[in-house]
């Protein structure tokens, strides 16, 4: 990814590290990145938007991510869609000169959107308009449209607004656990996590499905995942991190890492002393 981040408005640029995308610095001169917070508004549903452009690109370019526990929605000219929790990897083409506008929304922070538990959405890619109708379908257009990313910002914010969410303490709850899981690299398995919650193991489970789209188990392993793609390039030993990220041994990691980044690890530090 290209390091340029243009300067926003109002101060609400937020941090770029690209965790999740796979070599990201491959492509560094390709195309620009940047990520937008939210209005005070929609603080409580969306973490943030998120913008990659790029120009006359000589050849395609293959990004591939290894997905959050999130769910998405995407406008670009090849697709606009809402994208559940994706929990195997996943790829995007860039040709020629384009733009992808993306909503990240906040763990459970879908649901208000949604009106049913997010596991609906596990794994699958809804169109905008399939799911809001003709609303959809013209802030499609509308984004489509507008050739300053800030201003197409703007029309979905005042999209989210006019479907009127009620803010819902239980995603509260639910994006304050993932964010527990993310920052603290001791936590490994769900039980730990219940503990930390006050509920029962079942009883998380259920929430996280509801809220999130997948169970707490699978979120503690995506989030060491990605933490084990930016450690590998620092030459750390492959069993000494399987055990400090709660993997049973080196092989466990191995097949989890190249499942989902689509290389083992020891390949994937090789490609980054590359880049």
Request: proline share 6%.
């Amino acid at each position: 990814m290209a390091t340029s981040v243009p300067r926003l408005p109002e101060g609400r640029l937020v941090e770029t590290r690209q965790r999740g995308w796979v070599n990201p610095y491959a492509g560094l001169n390709a195309f620009d990145f940047f990520r937008q917070a939210p209005s005070p508004e929609l603080a409580a549903y969306v973490e943030h938007f998120w913008v990659v452009t790029w120009t006359d690109l000589a050849e395609p370019y293959e990004q591939r991510i290894v997905s959050h526990p999130t769910v998405n929605m995407t406008i670009t000219q090849d697709f606009h869609r809402i994208a559940g929790v994706i929990r195997g990897g996943f790829s995007y083409t860039m040709r020629d000169s384009g733009r992808v506008l993306g909503t990240r929304f906040r763990p459970g922070g879908f649901r208000p959107f949604l009106g049913g538990p997010v596991s609906q959405l596990t794994g699958r890619f809804v169109e905008i308009s399939e799911m809001y109708g003709a609303a959809g379908a013209a802030l499609v257009e509308q984004v489509l449209a507008e050739p300053d990313a800030r201003a197409a910002i703007a029309l979905i914010e005042r999209f989210l607004r006019s479907l009127g969410p009620n803010q819902d303490p239980t995603a509260e709850e639910v994006a304050a656990l993932v964010a527990m899981v993310e920052s603290d690299m001791s936590m490994t398995r769900v039980d730990e996590l219940a503990a930390r919650s006050g509920r029962s193991v079942r009883s998380l489970q259920r929430l996280f499905r509801d809220y999130v789209g997948v169970g707490p188990k699978w979120v503690i392993r995506r989030f060491r995942l990605h933490e084990a793609a930016e450690r590998v390039h620092r030459g750390i030993d492959l069993a000494t991190l399987a055990a400090e990220l709660g993997y049973t041994d080196q092989a466990h990691l191995t097949r989890d890492f190249t499942a989902a980044v689509g290389m083992p690890p020891a390949a994937y530090a090789r490609l980054g002393s590359q880049a």
